[in-house]
């Protein structure tokens, strides 16, 4: 069974930091591409950032280049992403997801979320 455990959210004033943390089960991690999603309440699911198995190839939205860092663990099963310069509409529940590698590295943004089950996200919320 497929399980995507988020973690490190929480409540920071504009220009502070966050590292979050997603656990994975239920698959080869080492395997996949992952992402980071994040979505507000009433609002389509946002692709935030992914990165490639061999973590060789990341991709940003544009509003977080330069301040998000995605990263892998493939030794603790474990995707991180490390938010810096955080603005209030960062605001949103952080969710992690794998992909396919392919579309990472040749078909970014075009990166679907490979599986149909989600984790609980972290909340992350940014005040001015």
């Known amino acids: 069974q497929v399980q995507f455990v988020e973690s490190g959210g929480g409540l920071v004033q504009a220009g502070g930091s966050l590292r979050l943390s997603c656990v994975v089960s239920?698959?080869?991690?080492?395997?996949?591409?992952m992402s980071w999603y994040r979505q507000n309440l009433g609002k389509e699911r946002e692709l935030v950032a992914a990165?490639?198995?061999?973590?060789?190839?990341?991709y940003y939205t544009n509003s977080v280049k330069g301040r998000f860092t995605i990263s892998r663990d493939n030794d603790e099963n474990t995707l991180y992403l490390q938010m810096n310069s955080l603005k209030p509409q960062d605001t949103a529940v952080y969710y992690c997801n794998a992909a396919q590698d392919w579309f990472v590295r040749y078909s970014a943004p075009d990166i679907s979320p490979l599986f149909d089950s989600w984790g609980q996200g972290t909340q992350v919320t940014v005040s001015s």
């Open positions: 990165i490639s198995t061999a973590a060789d190839t990341t």
């Open positions: 239920g698959f080869t991690f080492s395997r996949y591409a």
